[in-house]
Nanobody, 122 residues
Framework: QVQLLESGGGLVQAGGSLRLSCAAS????????MGWYRQAPGKQRELVAT??????????NYADSVKGRFTISKDNAKTTVYLQMNSLKPEDTAVYYC?????????????WGQGTQVTVSS
């Protein structure tokens, strides 16, 4: 089992910044992909930013809508992934979920955090 503990959500004005954190209960070595998704009311959950392979750390994917504004990063020692969100817009309002997938040798399952609310006021 993997537990993902998110923090850092809140209410911010348009143009402001927030940083989300997601601490995993396992080492990155047992994980494949890890990152952030979000779900706005009435919409499907969508990818925000992820590491395609958290152990190599090189390849990242971003939604077009957040490129240039959001940055995903990680701290291997703390097994924590961060999402720095700058120039926030009202359309960024959503519940943000941390996500990871274990490597096949560890079962290959997907895990989700409980979600953290981000609200951007205009």
């Amino acid at each position: 089992q993997v537990q993902l503990l998110e923090s850092g959500g809140g209410l911010v004005q348009a143009g402001g910044s927030l940083r989300l954190s997601c601490a995993a209960s396992v080492t990155f070595f047992s994980l494949n992909a890890m990152g952030w998704y979000r779900q706005a009311p009435g919409k499907q959950r969508e990818l925000v930013a992820t590491f395609a392979n958290i152990t190599s750390g090189g390849s990242t994917n971003y939604a077009d809508s957040v490129k240039g504004r959001f940055t995903i990063s990680k701290d291997n020692a703390k097994t924590t992934v961060y999402l720095q969100m700058n120039s926030l817009k009202p359309e960024d309002t959503a519940v943000y979920y941390c996500y990871c997938r274990r490597r096949p040798a560890w079962g290959g399952k997907d895990y989700w955090g409980q979600g953290t609310q981000v609200t951007v006021s205009s």
